[in-house]
C-alpha cells in the first residue's frame, strides 16, 4: 500500500473505503523512517481474530459494542491518554498500539479497524472538540467514547460532552453525529499533529505534516501560508516565498493579506542578499 497515491485518492474521493489505521501506521514512517507497518496490521487481524468468535451468536448491538470495548480497553487495555494529551505520540498508531495510550481520534480509528474487522459497522463521528465512534446494526446505533474506556453515550451525554470540552452551552442536530469519512478522518488526524507541532515551535515536523494536508486540501489556500510561515522559520526563503506568494494571490482579500505580505517582503529581501 502507498501512501501519496492514497492521499490523493482521498483528496478526490473522501469517502473513499480505506483503513484510516493503516492509513496513520502509513503516515508514522515520516516521524519513524524503519517502521515495517506490516507487522501492526497483522496485529489488528490478530486483535479482530480474537473478538470475532466472541460476537459469534450475540444479538444485541449494545452487547456487541461491549464485547469491543471490553477487549480493547480492558483486556487488552488501551486508555486515553488523560496525562499528556499533546505529547504527538497520541498521534501516531505505531506509538498508539505500543504504549496503548491516545487521544479521542487514533483510539476511535483503533476501535473502527478492529470493530470492522470483527463483522462490525463501526464507524467515527467528529463531534465539536472530541471524536467518538457509532456502532450500527439497521436502524440501530449507539454511540460510545474509546477515549474514555469505551463509555457509552445517549444525546445528553453528548451534548454535556461537548460543553464540558468546549465551555459553551450545545445543543446537537441530526449534523452532529454524521458519519465523518475517511477522508475527514485522516486530515483531523493530521490538523491535530500540525498544531501540536506548532504550539511545539516544531517548524521541521511542523511542515512535513503541511505538505501531507496540502495533497489531502489541494484547495485550500491556508495550507500554502502555513507550510511558507514554517519554511521562513526555518530560513527556506526560496520555497516560503512560493507559498506565500500563492497564498496572496488565492486570496487578496483575506484578513492577513498585509502581514503576510510584510513577512513576503522579508524573505524576498533575505534571497536577494545571496544573489
Known sequence: MNLEPLLHLLADEPETPVDVTEINLLLSTDEYPNLDVHPLVERLDTYAATLRPRLRGVHSLETKVLELCQFLFGELGFTGNQEDYYDPRNSYMNEVMHRKLGIPITLSALAISVGQRAGMNILGVALPGHFIARAQYEDEIIFFDPFNDGRILDITECEQLIERITGKP??????????????????????????????????????????????????????????????????????????????LELVPGASDAQAISKILNQATSMVAKWN
Not at 442536530?173 to 458519519?179: E, I, K, L, P
Not at 507550510?227 to 507559498?243: K, P
Request: hydrophobic share 40%; proline share 4%; with cysteine.
Open 170 to 247: 450545545f445543543t446537537v442536530t441530526q449534523d452532529t453525529f454524521q458519519t465523518a469519512l475517511p477522508g475527514e478522518i485522516v486530515v483531523r488526524m493530521l490538523n491535530n499533529l500540525k498544531g501540536i507541532y506548532l504550539e511545539k515551535g516544531d517548524f521541521l515536523r511542523c511542515g512535513r505534516v503541511i505538505e501531507r494536508l496540502k495533497i489531502l486540501l489541494p484547495a485550500d489556500p491556508h495550507q500554502k501560508r502555513d507550510l511558507g510561515l514554517c519554511q521562513v522559520q526555518l530560513l527556506r526563503y526560496g520555497a516560503a516565498i512560493d507559498n506565500l506568494k500563492q497564498y
